[in-house]
Nanobody, 127 residues
Framework: ILYLVESGGGLAQSGGSQRLSCTVS????????MAWFLQAVGKEREAVAG???????KYADSVKSRFTASLDNSANTLYLEMTSLKSEDTATYYC?????????????????????WGQGTQVTVAS
């Protein structure tokens, strides 16, 4: 079993930056495809970024050029660097994981592809 714990959320200013972390325990992340999702109040959960275990990264159009996802295999930690924050980025952010062998990376943005989820961290962007 895999345990995911997000951190780094909080209040940010519009136009500012914030860095989220997702610490993984229970197995090495190198065996998993990882992803960040967000869910705003009253809305469906949506994909932000996906990282294949071999290094490919995909982004949602809404965050391209503003957000950067990365994976530190030595630290077993997933990161999301967010810049040029907007009020519409306000949401709970979740990290997710699935064994690479159990998924097709073409479906990286589908939340049902992922087996393991963190508890989420709230990001609030003040305008």
């Amino acid at each position: 079993i895999l345990y995911l714990v997000e951190s780094g959320g909080g209040l940010a200013q519009s136009g500012g930056s914030q860095r989220l972390s997702c610490t993984v325990s229970g197995s090495r992340v190198s065996r998993f495809n990882m992803a960040w999702f967000l869910q705003a109040v009253g809305k469906e959960r949506e994909a932000v970024a996906g990282i294949h275990s071999e290094g490919s990264i995909k982004y949602a159009d809404s965050v391209k050029s503003r957000f950067t996802a990365s994976l530190d295999n030595s630290a077993n930690t997933l990161y999301l660097e967010m810049t040029s924050l907007k009020s519409e980025d306000t949401a709970t952010y979740y990290c997710a994981a699935v064994l690479t062998l159990d998924t097709d990376f073409r479906n990286w943005a589908d939340d049902y592809e992922y087996t393991y989820w963190g508890q989420g961290t709230q990001v609030t962007v003040a305008s």
